[in-house]
């Protein structure tokens, strides 16, 4: 069975650091472009960063550029999402997915319909 565990999230203060993980089971993304999404309370689903298969092209949401950091390792077939300076907004539901479909792509994928395997996401939570 392929799966996507998120987990790293927790509560943190403003100006804080997390580091989400994002480990695949059950078969290897490493041909695959994966990306970290979030859901705030009462919002919808937003895009945060992707990363293509072989690292080599991220892209980021504006609201997190200079402070989010996406990688992989593709020996451990596992994302990584390097939350600094951490603000009040950032507290949402953060969840992993992988463009499954589709391999070797260099340009990244920024919305939800181009990630067909999503993880159960990971809570973070940052105080004022």
């Known amino acids: 069975q392929v799966q996507l565990v998120e987990s790293g999230g927790g509560l943190v203060q403003a100006g804080g650091s997390l580091r989400l993980s994002c480990a695949a089971s059950?078969?290897?993304?490493?041909?695959?472009?994966m990306g970290w999404f979030r859901q705030a309370p009462g919002k919808e689903r937003e895009f945060v960063a992707a990363?293509?298969?072989?690292?080599?092209?991220?892209y980021y949401a504006d609201s997190v550029k200079g402070r989010f950091t996406i990688s992989r390792d593709n020996a451990k077939n596992t994302v990584y999402l390097q939350m600094n300076s951490l603000k009040p907004e950032d507290t949402a539901v953060y969840y992993c997915?992988?463009?499954?479909?589709?391999?070797?792509?260099?340009?990244?994928?920024?919305?939800?319909?181009?990630?067909?395997?999503w993880g159960q996401g990971t809570q973070v939570t940052v105080s004022s």
């Open positions: 059950g078969r290897t993304f490493s041909s695959n472009n």
């Open positions: 997915a992988a463009d499954r479909r589709r391999t070797f792509l260099i340009v990244v994928g920024t919305t939800q319909d181009e990630y067909d395997y």
């Open positions: 990363i293509s298969w072989s690292g080599g092209s991220t």
